[in-house]
């Protein structure tokens, strides 16, 4: 059974920084995409960045771009998300998921297995 388990979310104000995990069971983490997804009230889910199991290419959303850093450590099956320069519109609960795809991945389709998500509250 995949299990993705986050953490590292919680309360900073604007201009702070937080890092998120994602640690993953029952999946062969180094044959999957790490996307990380958010979601704020009252708003869809939305993609902020995924790194590729091919070449650990990394992709952003144009809100995270300069300000995000996404990451894995495949000996520790875990991928991470590095959030510099917190804004309060990136309040929302954030999600990992995994994909087998290497591309379109910007795409809740492209995922099949999704984390219980993590709040993360900046504050102004």
């Known amino acids: 059974q995949v299990q993705l388990v986050e953490s590292g979310g919680g309360l900073v104000q604007a201009g702070g920084s937080l890092r998120l995990s994602c640690a993953v069971t029952?999946?062969?983490?180094?044959?999957?995409?790490m996307g990380w997804f958010r979601q704020a009230t009252g708003k869809e889910r939305e993609f902020v960045a995924v790194?590729?199991?091919?070449?650990?290419?990394?992709v952003y959303a144009n809100s995270a771009k300069g300000r995000f850093t996404i990451s894995r450590d495949n000996a520790k099956s875990t991928a991470y998300l590095q959030m510099n320069s917190l804004k309060p519109e990136d309040t929302a609960v954030y999600y990992c998921?995994?994909?087998?795809?290497?591309?379109?991945?910007?795409?809740?389709?492209?995922?099949?297995?999704w984390g219980q998500g993590t709040q993360v509250t900046v504050s102004s």
């Open positions: 998921a995994t994909s087998p795809r290497s591309s379109g991945l910007a795409y809740e389709s492209a995922y099949d297995s």
């Open positions: 029952g999946r062969t983490f180094t044959s999957v995409s």
């Open positions: 790194i590729s199991w091919t070449r650990d290419i990394a």
